[in-house]
């Protein structure tokens, strides 16, 4: 069967793009990878939290239940975004892993797990989660420990008692240093010294700050986007920070060795686990067949739309897909964009 439109993923982008193509007259439908409802949420570390309250992490159509002050959680992150799949009754399939994607004449062929499907134009939305990074550091293969990245941490109980360095400054790398601290005995290892948001600033004051720059450069105007901190000071982080867990970091280690991590002024510390929460890079090796990903692994996109691959949209992948496009609240409006350009598009072809 050919579609007008297939949606590569079923969380948080997905989900924006396809409550705005409801909308529409076209046939449209959402591959999704995951077993369930929930997207990449529903592998989060089991006290993860967002950075910005209720009422700013909300899809198009639905607020999220909490509020003004109220920071939810990943399981009611995830139960979010199940009702809002159930509510608008979307048309998704799962689980459906897209293989590969190409282009044939005027449609594309998407392979997959559950056969060959067919579409006029194709939206991925697959986001980073499944791509995790880890810096190639010498001495990986020799190290006898646990190394992981923070999208397999879950909790901090298998821990109990072992050394563990967290690796990364941002947000992830305090909130796991966080969840460990009560538990293990933790070493902290930063690239660059870590810098706190104060307390009353959250993800909601960010996403006003990101507005203003974006708004004043579509105007030509200038706009200082006041550089205040890194880590949002969520609860668990605040709770952290006033048990003394974020006083001493170390520095950026050169290699590991059998029984942990050294510098090369000589320093060595023996750990048990290592975790790194050194980031995410596009999932997007479903495309390499259309020759399009450039060396820094993003596809060259006007909006949302691939520069070179007609009828090819990217949603959810950063700044370079769309304004504050990863983020719950801020996907809506690259969504809505896409899906217009979406339906012009095939009313033109």
């Known amino acids: 069967m050919e579609y007008d439109v297939i949606i590569i993923g079923g969380g948080q982008s997905a989900l924006a793009v396809a409550y705005y193509l409801r909308r529409t007259s076209l046939h449209y439908l959402l591959l999704d990878s995951e077993a369930r409802p929930g997207g990449s949420w529903q592998h989060g570390w089991h006290s993860l939290s967002l950075f910005s309250p209720a009422l700013w992490s909300s899809l198009p159509g639905v607020l999220m239940p909490g509020g003004q002050q109220y920071y939810p959680s990943r399981d009611e992150t995830v ?17 459906v892993k897209v293989l590969q994607v190409e282009k044939q004449a005027d449609r594309y062929r998407l392979d997959t797990t559950a ?21 190639d550091i010498p001495g990986k293969e020799r190290f006898r420990g646990s190394l992981l990245h923070s999208s397999s941490y879950q909790s901090p109980e298998i821990f109990s008692n072992q050394r563990v360095a967290v690796v990364g400054e941002g947000n992830s790398g305090a909130q796991i240093l966080a969840d460990l601290a009560p538990t293990a005995d933790t070493l902290w290892i930063t690239k660059q010294p870590p810098t706190f948001l104060p307390d009353d600033i959250d993800g909601k004051y960010l996403f ?32 952290a920070r006033d048990k003394g867990v974020y006083q001493h970091y170390l520095p950026a280690f050169d290699y590991f060795y059998e029984d942990g991590i050294a510098w090369q002024n000589g320093r060595k510390e023996t750990v048990d686990a290592v975790i790194f929460c050194t980031g995410f890079r596009p999932a997007l090796a479903h495309l390499l067949p259309l ?59």
């Open 208 to 239: 006003d700050a990101a507005t203003m720059q974006y708004e004043a450069m579509q105007q030509g105007k200038d706009f200082q986007r006041p550089s205040l901190g890194q880590i949002v000071m969520v609860p668990p982080v605040k709770a």
């Open 291 to 349: 020759g399009i990903i450039q060396p820094n692994g993003k596809i060259n996109t006007r909006g949302t739309a691939a520069a070179d691959m007609p009828g090819l949209w990217l949603v959810g992948y950063g700044q370079w897909t769309g304004f504050a496009s990863a983020t719950l609240i801020g996907v809506g409006r690259t969504a809505r964009k896409t899906a217009e350009e979406i339906n012009a598009y095939l009313q033109g072809n």
């Open 115 to 135: 056969g060959t499907y067919y579409a006029r134009t194709v939206v991925s939305a697959t986001g980073s989660f499944v791509n995790p990074y880890i810096p």
């Open 79 to 95: 139960h979010y975004l199940q009702e809002y799949e159930t509510r608008y009754q979307f048309p998704v399939q799962r689980p």
